[in-house]
């Protein structure tokens, strides 16, 4: 336990409030585990796996209204509106927290309040912060578990007096006036609210029990608090992937990336190198910390301890690791269910005869729906991966020798090119696009959305300023010891739509030309938008892609890029008077480059 009395007082005056019948200290221990998986199986809310072929691995099944984020939903409450930006749906602080503070009300009557300390990054890591999650879902606490880093070990590192974020959570299900309870509860999409206090730090998250909205941990904490905890102490919180890389030769680069949500940050992360002699270790798949260590380099940690993957396109041909990272102690949900018991989604395998589907329904090949959501997921240990690094808890991270940017755009946007300088890179970032994927809710699936440095949903604060204070970066060292900076895209297409680039294990072709860059050994060309390598810079051998795929990957169309251009200029106004005028400046640079090609 503890005799932090902050802490103490905290969960005494929420108990007050949402009322629960019982309150239990989450310690970590199995004991209290297999407590809460007996209750969850007593009200069907729970299904075994086959053990023998997934031990201990269980799936639940949400409401059909609670399977993804809803930005609609999710508030920046800071003091002023002007500090939200135009990115964030701001709501008046005290407002919101009274209009909260009624639905907290009596919340948790009929249900266990749990309090679940928790620690983002390693216990032992000074690059670390402490969260204090209350919730009444089990499934929370299960999956909080593998996240992160809980129980007493956090309770003893954060001492009588040490700092943590507050993260209050219901499911807004009371079990009142003889209500029974449900398999999955939640409330309305009107009635669910996802708040964040940039100044006070503190987290509420009110009517969902899915993902993102209820693991507070995640994107509530690891990005969106941090980020602001990150611009006021001179740091940096990205939705980044991070990896080791090791050559033929035994030599060692890190690199981080930022891919939006479902666009294969995980597949990157435990990358299958299709050249021999590479290697690929993966230190975390979602989110990085960075932080300039003592010799003025960009170091890096991975806040999290486990995965929340998009099940489904992982396949043995995709992701063959993740697929081995899951086959134990993990935590499914909304996958579909095979007649022997395991699991199914689209993309693993060929589609069985038979499957109950993801909202339990009896599913055959001939239904026309799909058996898994879009959006279902893994939850899985991280030390399981094969590929794990063995210094992937670091507590003074991995040093970061690149930085990249992609997203999905079937035209305009290169394989591969390299910033001129960190400015230039951040430009980069700043114009980054994607197509919009199942991992929110929304009706633009398949549109291209701007989505700066991947974390359009996740900034706790202004972007313009944001954006500013990845500029800042440069002023706290040596420029020439930051990561060199890269935009990637995989998903290039031909005219048929088919992409051109294969994927998967042949992306290490384009980190070895990376690799080698930050060594200063490969060639590129100068062009309007970046360095961009020759045909010859690219390691094609043995590759199924003709001279003329390649041009095609790497061509620059002017007219393409001008228009490209028109666009970023929009998308930069949108963000108001705030939005640094270097990158105007960088944005001219390319039109003016642009214009002057032949």
């Avoid at 007649?339 to 239904?367: C, F, K, M, Y």
């Avoid at 088919?498 to 060639?523: D, M």
Wanted: glycine share 8%.
């Amino acid at each position: 336990m503890t005799n932090n009395q902050k802490l103490l007082a905290w969960v005494d005056e929420m108990t007050t409030l949402c009322q629960p019948d019982d309150v239990v200290w989450f310690d970590g221990s199995k004991e209290q585990q297999d407590q809460i998986l007996e209750d969850l199986k007593k009200r069907d809310a729970i299904i075994t796996l086959n053990q023998d072929k997934l031990p201990n691995c269980y799936l639940f099944r949400s409401h059909v209204s609670d399977v993804a984020r809803v930005e609609e939903r999710t508030f920046i409450a800071s003091a002023s509106e002007e500090d939200a930006g135009p990115t964030n749906n701001w709501y008046e602080p005290t407002a919101l927290k009274e209009k909260m503070h009624a639905l907290y009300s009596g919340s948790m009557k009929g249900r266990t309040l749990y309090v679940i300390p928790f620690c983002m990054g390693p216990i032992d890591s000074p690059s670390s912060r402490i969260g204090v999650q209350i919730t009444d879902s089990p499934y929370v606490v299960l999956n909080m578990k593998i996240m992160a880093r809980t129980g007493q070990p956090v309770l003893d590192r954060l001492g009588d007096d040490g700092f943590f974020v507050p993260c209050l959570h219901s499911v807004g299900y009371p079990l009142t006036d003889g209500k029974e309870d449900v398999a999955w509860p939640c409330a309305p999409m009107e009635e669910k609210y996802i708040a964040h206090f940039p100044e006070t730090r503190e987290i509420w998250s009110y009517g969902s029990g899915y993902g993102g909205n209820a693991l507070l941990g995640k994107k509530c904490l690891a990005l969106r608090i941090a980020s602001v905890m990150a611009r006021d102490e001179g740091w940096m919180a990205e939705h980044m992937l991070i990896l080791k890389l090791t050559n033929p030769e035994g030599e060692v680069r890190h690199i981080c990336a930022a891919f939006p949500s479902a666009c294969g940050k995980t597949n990157l992360a435990m990358l299958v190198p299709s050249l021999s002699g590479w290697k690929v270790e993966t230190i975390g798949d979602d989110i990085a910390w960075l932080h300039i260590g003592k010799d003025g380099r960009l170091y890096a940690i991975n806040p999290e301890n486990g995965f929340f993957g998009v099940a489904p396109g992982t396949s043995m041909r995709s992701n063959p690791n993740a697929i081995k990272t899951i086959g134990k102690n993990t935590i499914f949900t909304n996958v579909a269910l095979t007649d022997d018991n395991e699991v199914w989604w689209e993309g693993l395998s060929p589609a069985p005869e038979h499957l109950i589907d993801w909202q339990g329904q009896d599913w055959t090949r001939e239904s026309g729906t799909r058996a898994a959501h879009p959006n279902s997921r893994f939850t899985a240990p991280a030390a399981q991966c094969p590929t794990i690094a063995p210094d992937w808890q670091a507590p003074e991270g991995v040093p970061i020798d690149a930085i990249l940017f992609g997203g999905r755009r079937p035209s305009t946007i290169p394989l591969v090119y390299e910033s001129f300088n960190w400015q230039h890179g951040v430009f980069l970032g700043s114009i980054m696009g994607s197509e919009v994927t199942a991992a929110i809710i929304s009706d633009q699936l398949g549109k291209v959305r701007r989505d700066p440095f991947a974390m359009l949903p996740f900034i706790g604060y202004h972007v313009a300023d944001y954006i500013q204070h990845w500029l800042d970066m440069a002023k706290l060292t040596d420029e020439s010891k930051l990561p060199k900076i890269y935009s990637v895209n995989w998903f290039r297409k031909d005219e048929d739509g088919q992409f051109i680039w294969p994927g998967y294990g042949e992306n290490i072709r384009v980190l070895e030309w990376i690799f080698e860059r930050t060594a200063g050994q490969a060639g590129a060309k100068k062009t309007a938008i970046g360095n961009v390598p020759n045909i010859k810079d690219l390691n094609t051998a043995g590759l199924n892609v003709s001279n003329e795929d390649v041009d095609t990957l790497l061509d620059i169309d002017k007219d393409a890029w001008l228009t490209e251009a028109q666009s970023i200029r929009a998308h930069f106004d949108s963000y108001g008077q705030k939005m640094p005028q270097v990158l105007y400046d960088e944005l001219q640079g390319l039109e003016d480059r642009l214009n002057d090609m032949d």
